[in-house]
């Protein structure tokens, strides 16, 4: 396994504080090892303050925007305007004010019916291949919900089994909308840098899940095994975790 770091913050403003960091370090790491860095950014709530950090000064001049390729971990199947849509509230917060090139965002076409093989083929055009013959994303940000499920991998789901496609539809949703496309664990797994991002009360019982290895929660089966998994935590969320792990950074065996 690759190296987890768990790292509990005191409130989420310094979590979105020190993801933001962390995204502006991990971009300038891999345009320079590799020319593009490749993040495919969460949805939902918890990340928004984050991004809104990257689209002001000063993480805004330090990030080579130009240089960014912008994919998502999941996308409702919803109108392109919908306020429901992960990429609207991302461009809102961030994206829309930043000088990342047109042909480098790459929302998901989660209302076309070949829309997760669509975003397959993309992945696989653009996105240089690691060891394993699988597209490698630089970092990947992911939350967490409160039923242990990431990105729209739902426990229990047929999705989760996936092995092969690096993108799926996902129908049968236990929350809506019903239907969504999400990344899948062979792409998530593959990344250099994958970072939850979790915060609230709310979160605990599943945060303390994931941490021990539940793995009939997808959370914790998103373990890239040659990359890095970090967790940016507030201390309301942390609250149920093992104290001996607060702050600490992991080697996984």
């Not at 076409?109 to 653009?126: F, H, N, Q, S, V």
Request: net charge negative; charged share 25%; glycine share 10%.
């Amino acid at each position: 396994m690759g190296r987890r770091d768990v790292r509990v913050l005191p409130d989420p403003a310094a979590v979105a504080e020190a993801v933001a960091h962390l995204v502006a370090e991990r971009a300038a790491e891999a345009v320079g090892a590799r020319a593009v860095f490749h993040v495919a950014l969460a949805g939902g709530t918890t990340p928004l303050a984050a991004y809104r950090l990257l689209a002001a000064s000063p993480y805004r001049d330090l990030v080579p925007w130009g240089r960014v390729e912008v994919w998502f971990g999941d996308e409702r199947c919803v109108g392109e305007c919908d306020p429901e849509r992960n990429d609207l509230a991302a461009r809102e917060a961030l994206l829309a004010h930043v000088s990342i090139p047109p042909e480098r965002l790459h929302p998901i076409p989660a209302t076309a019916p070949d829309g997760a093989a669509r975003y397959d083929a993309l992945l696989r055009e653009r996105v240089p291949a690691g060891p394993d013959g699988a597209p490698r994303l630089d970092l990947v940000l992911l939350g967490l919900g409160p039923d242990g499920h990431t990105a729209s991998l739902f426990p229990g789901h047929p999705a989760l089994g996936e092995t092969a496609a690096l993108a799926v539809r996902v129908d049968g949703a236990p929350k809506p909308p019903p239907s969504r496309v999400s990344l899948t664990l062979p792409l998530l797994r593959a990344a250099r840098v994958v970072a939850f991002v979790v915060t609230g009360e709310g979160k605990r019982a599943a945060l303390a899940r994931v941490l021990s290895g539940d793995r009939s929660l997808p959370g914790a089966c998103v373990d890239p095994p040659d990359g890095e998994t970090l967790f940016f935590l507030d201390q309301e969320a942390a609250a149920a975790a093992d104290p001996a792990a607060e702050g600490a950074a992991e080697e996984g065996s």
